[in-house]
């Protein structure tokens, strides 16, 4: 059989609901088995991602059915474009086939429906993440014409340095006492303002999010002037405790506004959300997208140990290859 006859004969449709989880999961693990990325694919951790605001899962998402077992999935992708200002989109894809099914350009078709998706959804860039050990992937996205922007780096501390780097006259506060959602608005906007994989959120997100959040564990650093400074979310994740086995907290990486990016100041926040979750975890994990090597650096110093990196691909939807 040639190769367009056979990439003709798969059966590439819309994921559905909730038929696709189970057969999801199973793809993953093995996938998973032989890629050993370090993600998270705990059921869990699967139906968080089809719940994240602004996704719909039968639009954003497809799969590639066995060619004689309809009930098993031997590819899957999906997108995610979050609020934006219309000038800069990027749409967010992530892309699994199969370790037997690979090479038959199953990941091509899957790529091209998350492009097209992007488009119709408003998006001018589209991203994929990829571990630098598996190199077909790599020249996949090279073949695509993507090129690494940035890095996604997982740290976990078990151990944490009691270091005092708040400057005098800075303070971190939760925001049980801060409570102004719109001033939240402008953290989120303005302390990652720039850094790849985060996007511009809007008031009526933060209001949806705000009751799933432990408001104690969300912290805002105020200058001596008493203006923002910088932010950080941390709290308790029930799919890494259920990975790990101990209970385990998370930390989405500190943000601090462009004009006092330093080191120090995330590594005070980094240890400020830190040393709250110690009373209650034993294992502390948390996720960096596109923070500086040095920042990276002082995190291990800090007592985070590397768990694992990739790079973030990204380029123009129009430069798709033929």
């Known amino acids: 059989m040639n190769f367009e006859t056979q990439l003709n004969s798969f059966h590439v449709r819309n994921f559905r609901q909730p038929d696709d989880i189970s057969r999801l999961l199973s793809l993953l693990e093995e996938a998973e088995a032989v890629d050993a990325s370090g993600e998270d694919i705990s059921e869990s951790a699967v139906r968080a991602q089809l719940e994240v605001p602004g996704h719909d899962p039968q639009e954003d998402r497809w799969v590639v059915e066995h060619p004689t077992k309809p009930d098993t999935l031997i590819g899957h992708a999906a997108i995610y474009v979050g609020a934006h200002d219309g000038i800069s989109v990027i749409a967010e894809a992530n892309l699994v086939v199969h370790p037997l099914w690979r090479q038959r350009g199953l990941g091509s078709t899957l790529f091209s429906s998350a492009m097209?998706?992007?488009?119709?959804?408003?998006?001018?860039?589209?991203?994929?993440?990829?571990?630098?050990?598996?190199?077909?992937?790599?020249?996949?996205?090279?073949?695509?014409?993507?090129?690494?922007?940035?890095?996604?780096?997982?740290?976990?501390?078990?151990?944490?340095?009691?270091?005092?780097?708040?400057?005098?006259?800075?303070?971190?506060?939760?925001?049980?006492?801060?409570?102004?959602?719109?001033?939240?608005?402008?953290?989120?906007?303005?302390?990652?303002?720039?850094?790849?994989?985060?996007?511009?959120?809007?008031?009526?997100?933060?209001?949806?999010?705000?009751?799933?959040?432990?408001?104690?564990?969300?912290?805002?650093?105020?200058s001596s002037d008493h203006t923002l400074a910088g932010m950080c979310r941390s709290g308790q994740s029930k799919q890494r405790t259920e990975r790990n086995g101990q209970t385990t907290g998370y930390i989405d990486a500190p943000g601090v506004i462009p004009a006092l990016r330093a080191p120090h100041l995330y590594g005070a926040l980094l240890l400020h959300a830190a040393k709250w979750l110690r009373e209650n975890n034993s294992i502390i994990e948390l996720e960096s997208w596109g923070d500086a090597p040095e920042t990276i650096e002082l995190y291990r110093e800090l007592g985070f140990e590397l768990l694992r990196q990739q790079d973030a691909y990204q380029g123009a939807l129009e430069h798709e290859a033929a």
């Not at 209001?207 to 432990?214: A, G, Q, V, Y």
Request: glycine share 4%.
């Open 116 to 222: 097209n998706r992007a488009r119709t959804l408003g998006a001018n860039h589209i991203r994929l993440y990829a571990d630098r050990k598996h190199e077909p992937f790599v020249q996949f996205m090279k073949k695509k014409r993507l090129v690494p922007v940035a890095t996604y780096t997982e740290m976990r501390s078990m151990v944490l340095n009691n270091a005092d780097l708040l400057p005098s006259g800075f303070t971190i506060l939760p925001y049980t006492v801060v409570s102004d959602p719109l001033l939240l608005v402008a953290a989120y906007n303005t302390c990652y303002a720039e850094q790849w994989g985060h996007h511009q959120v809007t008031l009526e997100r933060i209001e949806k999010s705000l009751p799933h959040i432990n408001a104690d564990g969300l912290f805002m650093m105020f």
